[in-house]
């Protein structure tokens, strides 16, 4: 096992981007707490950002940098607590950091903040992105410019509570079971095309359906192997967009495949087996010709769930554009 990318912090939820021919990470920033694990993740107390960059993937970890803080709770009039993973992009020579938070009614938001350079410093909008809800924000840049945000978690971070309709809160399905009797099929992600400023949603949020290749049918709620839980990402090769995810409770980092950003997609396999800790949160980057999957355990603070670190690994496709870990022959 490789030893963790960054040791002077405890790190998590990486999410990872090539800017300027530097690697940039995006990570959530872990601190000691008192607060007892439970479903509705209270422990994960984060309460600023830092941005790292690298020039080299390769062992020993020499050039991490570590550019300091970037945001605080503090700096956005509309958060509570808890920032949790965060999310960047590039559009137009302007670096927007999308985050989930909790308002004043502990009602999860997700904001922006903008910046002139990838490592910051990033100023916050006054409020979230209007109809945004739930957590882990992933940012993704087309080809032809148009972007796109997709989100959402299970148990703490609310997407169950709003089995409804997008804009219908109900604080009594907070529990970390669906409500059974109105859903027998997996509760989905959400993506909104992002307006030509990056701050704003051009349109409505969309389910974002993964159905299982042997069906055509979207994934069952009780299959915990499969289904989405947390964690988003997206990346694209080859004209084909891949979209990522943890299975929560299962701990998988799995993926599905479409010929659209906005899907259905299919899904294709696993990526990463279960690590040390309880949440998998992910990206995936390519990084002068190859690809690399960020990730994060306890390794450092040695099984301490809510102390993570951040990992990374070198990842590659075969022939029909499956993501393996082992490089083909």
């Known amino acids: 096992m490789s030893p963790p990318l960054i040791t002077h912090l405890y790190t998590a939820d990486p999410s990872a981007h090539v800017f300027n021919g530097r ?3 995006y990570p959530s920033h872990d601190r000691e707490t008192d607060i007892a694990f439970n479903d509705n993740g209270d422990q994960y107390d984060m309460a600023d950002y830092h941005v790292f960059s690298t020039s080299s993937l390769e062992l020993p970890y020499s050039d991490v940098v570590d550019h300091g803080v970037v945001l605080r709770t503090e700096d956005v009039p509309w958060v ?4 949790w993973a965060p999310d960047a992009a590039e559009k137009d020579g302007k670096y927007y950091l999308y985050f989930p938070a909790r308002d004043k009614e502990g009602i999860f938001r997700i904001g922006v903040a903008v910046g002139d350079t990838p490592e910051g410093p990033f100023t916050a909008d006054p409020e979230p992105i209007r109809g945004s809800f739930s957590i882990d924000p992933a940012s993704f840049v087309d080809a032809d410019g ?16 709003y089995q ?8 009594s399905w907070q529990g970390p079971k669906e409500p059974s009797g109105l859903n027998t099929k997996a509760l989905l992600p ?26 055509g049918e ?15 990402w997206m990346h694209k090769r080859n004209g084909i967009y891949y979209f990522s995810y943890s299975t929560g409770d299962t701990h998988f980092l799995v993926y599905a495949t479409s010929s659209s950003p906005l899907g259905p997609f299919t899904y294709r396999g696993r990526i990463l087996e279960p690590v040390l ?7 995936i980057v390519e990084f002068e010709g190859r690809w690399w ?4 355990d306890c390794e450092l603070s040695k099984g301490v769930d809510h102390l993570r670190c951040v990992q990374v690994k070198e990842i590659f496709y075969d022939r029909e554009g499956r993501i393996t870990t082992e490089k083909p022959v």
């Open 80 to 83: 509570s607590k808890q920032l």
């Open 277 to 283: 800790g309880w949440t998998t949160h992910h990206s």
């Open 146 to 161: 148009a972007g796109y945000l997709y989100f959402g978690g299970l148990w703490g971070g609310q997407l169950q509570c």
């Open 23 to 25: 690697v940039y990470i």
């Open 164 to 171: 409804g309709g997008n804009d219908k809160f109900d604080a």
């Open 293 to 296: 999957l960020f990730h994060h």
């Open 190 to 215: 959400k993506v909104a095309k992002l307006g030509t400023d990056m701050r704003s949603f051009d349109g409505e949020v969309q389910d974002l359906f993964i159905v299982a290749p042997e069906t």
């Open 218 to 232: 979207p994934i069952e709620a009780d299959d915990h192997d499969r289904r989405f839980f947390e964690a988003a």
